[in-house]
């Protein structure tokens, strides 16, 4: 039975006169690893911002396992379960490995100024950052500076750090982003790893590496979902086809 976990209903952003989201409809499952595609500007990164809870709809609901959370910011999203990486690397780089994904973890205790007087407290945030390094696939990297690591071992590290926080919803923002072809292949085995527990939303420019690791594809085009299916209805799609060869013959 498929276990809908953050679902958007009718979901709408203005910005002044234009409109960037117009009556999305998006559910992710656990399970499930769901892509948005879409030319630049049609509206993906407006689309994650409102499901993290860093941008406020214009009009819609957006539900967590049945529940509104539309009024909840990004914070409190985080802390029952939706975690977001950016487009941006966004680590500490001068911190190792570990004191991200702690800082992360902590992020979700409901009193951090006591942690360090509560040592269970801090034993536990310790466990949970290291169980997300390890999901990371960056065991043994625990002690390094996260500024020194490869490119691809960053955007690890993020996911590591959103693990920290028990997330059950993953929205990553183009987490393949700058890596090279091995980098790349790494990370969707580890997407294809998480996805085993979670839901994932994941926007992503590179075709290839989307088609190997999504069970389901949104495609949107000029702020509104223009078809969401299989990979494979995706893939034939006449109206998906047209939209992506009208786009790249406006580059001509
Ligand atoms: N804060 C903002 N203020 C005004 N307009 C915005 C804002 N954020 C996004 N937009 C506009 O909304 C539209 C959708 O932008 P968005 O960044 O969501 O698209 P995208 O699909 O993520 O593009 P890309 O693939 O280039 O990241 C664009 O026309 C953009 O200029």
Same mark, same amino acid.
């Given at each position: 039975m498929s276990e809908v976990l953050l679902a958007a209903e009718g979901m709408t952003r203005r910005f002044g006169g234009l409109? &960037?989201?117009?009556n999305v409809n998006l559910s992710l499952e656990r399970g499930v690893l769901h892509a948005l595609l879409g030319p630049n500007g049609a509206g993906k990164s407006t689309c994650i911002n409102m499901l993290s809870g860093d941008l406020p709809p214009s009009e819609g609901t957006i539900r967590f396992k049945g529940e @509104?959370?539309? %009024?909840?910011g990004s914070h409190q999203r985080s802390k029952i379960g939706i975690g977001r990486s950016y487009?941006?690397?966004?680590?500490?780089?001068?911190?190792?490995v570990l004191e991200n994904c702690r800082l992360a973890a902590q992020?979700?205790?409901?009193?951090?100024?006591r942690l360090f007087a509560d040592a269970l407290r801090l034993a536990d945030t310790v466990e949970r950052a290291r169980a997300a390094i390890a999901e990371a696939g960056l &065991? %043994?990297?625990?002690?390094?500076? #996260? /500024?020194?690591?490869?490119h691809g071992e960053q955007r690890q590290l993020e996911i590591a750090m959103v693990l920290a926080t028990d997330a059950q919803v993953l929205l990553l @923002?183009?987490?393949? #982003? /700058?890596?090279g072809s091995d980098e790349s292949a790494q990370m969707v085995t580890l997407l294809n790893r998480l996805k085993a527990t979670r839901a994932i939303l994941l926007v992503e420019h590179d075709m290839d590496a989307v088609f190997a690791v999504a069970d389901r594809i949104t495609v949107m085009v000029n702020g509104q979902v223009l078809e969401s299916g299989t990979p494979q209805q995706i893939r034939n799609s006449p109206d998906v086809q047209q939209a992506y060869l009208g786009h790249e013959a406006e580059h001509e």
């Open positions: 409109t &960037a989201n117009h @509104d959370i539309t %009024g909840l487009q941006r690397t966004n680590i500490f780089p001068k911190f190792s992020s979700r205790n409901p009193r951090p100024w &065991a %043994g990297r625990e002690e390094r500076i #996260a /500024g020194t690591l490869s @923002d183009e987490p393949l #982003a /700058g890596m």
